[in-house]
């Protein structure tokens, strides 16, 4: 699978400013698994002050599926991603993104348009993988994980985190042709809300989660 993404690199003639655009998206993935594996460690060895936090208390995730987590996770990270990250590239080419550093209104305006993107693609997509047919194939994927944990971000299959995860995540970056700067804090930002939904855990000052 890696050399596929290497020969797709050198296919399309991916310049300095794609590699620096996957890059930057990389960064908010570093984060993500420094925080995972964290709250994956907790969930493992469950201490006392843990554990009143967590929503599912007579629940514990074993080994054998944190594994299966992990490795689900690191094939939509490593294999899936940076493919759509290529070709989504070509399409920002064609945008013409903004050469000038973004300003403090700047970034919250364009988080403004980007989340009301988000929640509009998410929603209509959401629903569609909840049709019998897509549930049975795509979206069940995702639910087959009794615990609520933090490794469940990523437990997609590829097809919910092409359309659900990157189709949507990206779109706004596309429609307003945001400096790169803006969409690197934007994708830093939707790696920590999607790490609060799914971790499980209700602490304090975090998100309520007990919806997802």
């Known amino acids: 699978m890696f050399e596929i993404v290497y020969d797709i690199f050198n296919y399309l003639n991916c310049n300095t400013q794609c590699t620096q655009y996957i890059?930057?998206?990389?960064?908010?993935?570093?984060?993500?698994?420094?925080?995972?594996?964290?709250?994956?460690?907790?969930?493992?060895?469950?201490?006392?002050?843990?554990?009143?936090?967590?929503?599912?208390?007579n629940k514990k995730i074993s080994i054998k599926r944190i594994v299966k987590l992990i490795k689900q996770n690191l094939f939509n990270q490593l294999c899936i991603t940076p493919i759509f990250l290529i070709?989504?590239?070509?399409?920002?080419?064609?945008?013409?993104?903004?050469?000038?550093?973004?300003?403090?209104?700047?970034?919250?305006?364009?988080?403004?348009?980007?989340?009301?993107?988000?929640?509009?693609?998410?929603y209509h997509i959401h629903f569609l993988l909840h049709h019998p047919i897509l549930f049975k194939w795509i979206h069940k994927h995702h639910h087959d994980e009794l615990n609520t944990v933090a490794l469940n971000s990523y437990n997609n299959h590829f097809t919910e985190h092409l359309l659900s995860g990157l189709f949507t995540m990206n779109s706004g970056h596309l429609i307003m042709g945001s400096h790169k700067k803006v969409f690197k804090y934007w994708s830093i930002g939707v790696v920590l809300v999607s790490i609060v939904f799914h971790c499980g855990v209700h602490l304090p000052l975090l998100f309520p989660n007990e919806f997802v």
């Open 23 to 57: 890059y930057d998206y990389y960064i908010s993935i570093n984060i993500y698994w420094i925080i995972v594996l964290l709250f994956t460690y907790l969930d493992y060895i469950e201490p006392k002050w843990y554990i009143k936090y967590k929503i599912q208390k």
């Open 87 to 122: 070709f989504w590239y070509k399409l920002l080419e064609l945008r013409i993104l903004d050469i000038n550093e973004p300003t403090f209104y700047t970034i919250i305006s364009h988080f403004i348009i980007y989340f009301i993107t988000v929640e509009f693609l998410f």
